[in-house]
């Protein structure tokens, strides 16, 4: 009973079948683009499939739209969050089903199931607050009450903790292993093998849209699972040999100096080197994107930032990216691209100026430097002037790499370069930053997963509550260090760890 | 991860010109209107009729040309109703008041326009007002200003020598000046919304205001030039609009940004910014006249006629939606 789903242009599945067990977490994997969105979506109604067949418990199943699928007990939690920012957190759990009296909205009750609700879960939120007033990762804990509040029979969780920390990701797994009952099942899609092995009791891998295998979580090793998704094997976590001369002893590119915000940076100070990788370790809102945004003056700070020996002021974005520095956001999707403008556009976006003639855009070239950039960076896409929404979590990513390539910055800040993409591209966007920095380019690699930043950087720089709590060097430095030093001022979480170790 | 790449090249004709299958339904509406008249009315296809739709046109066009690049960012301007006759009332204070040489009150008439645009931009940039409550705002300061500045009077051209010849003249026998010069506006206009800088970057910020500027791009300074642009059509609309009266109107204008708003929508240019075409507005502002002139000739009442104009607006953005929802 296969199920294929086709896109324009596109074959997204093809005869792909899973099976979920009553009682069982079951882990989807797959790289980006190997059709596990899709399959989520073919469950939760939000598409139809092609061909193929699904099944609730015996019975056919196909739901026509999101609410009959959570009516047949069908609860999805996506990736991406489905939140009224305005309204309260009990509003946004009830929306739809809010319980009324003569057709006026009765929030004290809405309220008290709420907070039912959060006493079941365990989750010590405010159901009177504006969701946005919540962290990231409050608003997941939303996302999964909400889901939580329909009588659900499968629960499906699409890379549930991208944004949480290890504390919270506990709590999310509790309150996963409190759902399954002889009644219930979880399908949880995920790139962290980690969790994966953590939660789950089998784990079915997709490739390319094709079913791959189904694989019994404890007898089954990482290198097995990663190789059955990558088709091929894959060392995760191995730094090549640091360049030599040491980066740390060559010229100073970026010179930051007492870099100060109202909210949250107090007197953040560092240099980057030409050709050096800088990693900035930290908890969640220790104030690392915070030092990039202020860098590029998308934030208001106070503080010197030197450009190879020359202060420079920085009001704007367009300032930083004139004197060299490029930033790659954490949020690629915000920050990042022009979602309905196609690969030419979003990658000639930061060196128009410098691609026109009398005037005039020379669509040409910009055309044949979009070629040489999927080439070289390998994004697989239908042809250059596919619009970015339909291409993968990955190759969006690339196409945002490709565009400070084009632009040829000497600094390149990249935030979280990694987050939502598959061990495979990861391993390419690593190798990517290392050749930059091989090439003479300075980059600050900004990560909360701490092999990444192991992996990456010659000197690490770890930030604890908006400041700097240390400098380490890659050869000396053990995760150990770094958790020590990011934890300096006794913050109560810690920060997330990726597979390696 | 919703898609996954076939190892088949897709050729860009079938997939990348969307906006071309958009403005191809704009254009076989148009024809379906233009037959749909023929038929219904003998006087419809008579030149002077024909002509008579260009001319009605030209000013709404022209008006919605400038419109396109700020509703391309995401933005709206309400402003170029009144804003043109603003337009049109200072070339008669330059032109006929003052005495000014015809080259440099037609000038004069564009710049107001262009100040329009800039302190419209600068209130959008600078001072981080939406668009609508900036350009509502210019758009009632200029009504009061046409007033103020003409004593509600209308101001006329019959002493300025060769002002009517600009926009009634023929400079290509049996075609007003009034169409040709909406045509060469609207080739500039797409060269420059498809070809330069400033194009561009509108079309980005429409698409995503935050990634324009997080890629370095000065999105407030760029802002501004958009609006100025747009300040600039609105200038030419109010100087082919005196010329073609032969006089400045104050009372006129309101209810024109409306109609070239109309115009830009039903062209498939989308109000969320980041799609727009040149093109579709021409056709759109044509759809526009054509369908009143239509209705009119059939002796359809007035009254009725904006019903169906609202009707078209509805209808050829339904299929926008439709024809989007199946490429998604």
Known sequence: ?501 | MTTKTTATKRTPTRFGNRQQLQQILAFAGLVVIFGFFSFASPYFLDWANVKGILLATAVTGIMALGATFVIATGGIDLSVGTGMTLCSVMTGVFLANLGLPLVVGVLGGLAVGALIGLLNGLNVSYLRLPPFIATLAMMMVAQGLSLVISGTKPIYFSDVAGFDELAGGELIPGLPNAVLIFFAAAAIAGVVLSKTLTGRYALSIGSNEEATAISGVDVRRWKVVIYVVAGLFTGLAGVVMASRLNSAQPGLGLGYELEAIAAVVIGGTSLRGGKATILGTVIGALIMATLTNGLRIMSIPQEWQKVAVGIVIVLAVYADILRRGKEA
């Open chain 1, 1 to 501: 009973m296969g199920i294929s789903k086709s896109f324009p242009g596109v074959r997204a599945l093809d005869d792909v079948h899973i099976d979920l067990r009553h009682g069982e977490v079951l882990a989807l994997v797959g790289e980006n683009g190997a059709g596990k969105s899709t399959l989520m979506k073919l469950l939760a109604g939000i598409y139809q499939p092609d061909a193929g067949t699904m099944e609730l418990e015996g019975a056919p199943m196909s739901p026509a739209g999101p609410r009959q699928a959570n009516e047949l007990g069908i609860s999805v939690i996506h990736q991406e969050f489905h939140l009224m920012p305005d309204l309260t957190v009990a509003q946004n759990i009830f929306i739809g089903r809010e319980p009324r009296r003569a057709s006026l909205i009765r929030d004290d009750e809405l309220e008290r199931r709420a907070g039912l609700l959060f006493e079941r879960l365990g989750i010590p939120l405010d159901p009177r607050q504006p969701v946005s007033h919540l962290s990231v990762a409050g608003q997941q804990m939303v996302e999964i009450a909400k889901a939580l509040s329909f009588d659900a029979r499968v629960l499906i969780m699409d890379e549930p903790t991208a944004a949480l920390t290890e504390t919270e990701v506990a709590t999310l797994f509790r309150i996963v292993r409190d759902f399954v009952s002889p009644r219930t099942g979880v399908i949880y899609v995920s790139h962290r093998m980690e969790e994966v092995k953590e939660i789950s009791d089998r784990i079915t891998v997709l490739r390319d849209g094709h079913y791959v295998d189904t694989m019994p979580t404890a007898e089954t090793a990482t290198r097995q699972v990663i190789a059955a998704m990558v088709g091929r094997q894959l060392e995760v976590g191995v730094r090549p040999d640091p360049a030599a001369p040491d980066p740390a002893e060559r010229e100073v590119v970026l010179s930051v100096r007492g870099l100060t915000t109202r909210k949250l940076l107090k007197d953040v100070s560092f240099d980057l080197h030409r050709g050096e990788i800088l990693g900035f370790a930290g908890l969640m809102g220790a104030g690392r994107t915070e030092v990039a945004r202020a860098i590029i003056g998308a934030d208001r700070s106070t503080g010197v930032v030197e450009v190879k020996g020359k202060r420079v002021a920085v009001r704007n974005p367009a300032d930083a990216v004139r004197n060299g520095i490029g930033y790659l956001s954490e949020d690629r999707k915000r920050y990042g691209l022009l979602l309905d403008q196609d690969v030419v556009r979003n990658v000639m976006l930061s060196s128009l100026p410098g691609m026109t003639r009398a005037g005039f855009v020379r669509d040409l070239d910009g055309r044949r430097v979009a070629r040489q950039m999927v080439d070289q960076l390998a994004i697989r896409t239908p042809s250059v002037t596919q619009t970015t929404k339909n291409l993968s979590g990955g190759n969006q990513q690339k196409v945002v790499l490709a565009k400070w390539l084009v632009r040829d910055c000497d600094v390149l800040i990249v935030d979280e370069p990694t987050r939502g993409i598959d061990v495979g591209a990861k391993d390419e966007i690593y190798g990517l930053l290392t050749s930059l920095a091989a090439q003479g380019k300075s980059i600050i690699v900004i990560s909360s997963e701490l092999p990444e930043v192991l992996r990456l950087a010659d000197r690490i720089v770890v930030m604890c509550e908006g400041r700097i709590t240390g400098t380490l060097a890659n050869a000396d430095a053990t995760q150990h260090d770094i958790m020590e030093l990011a934890t300096r001022f006794g913050a109560d979480h810690l920060i997330t760890t990726g597979d390696a170790e």
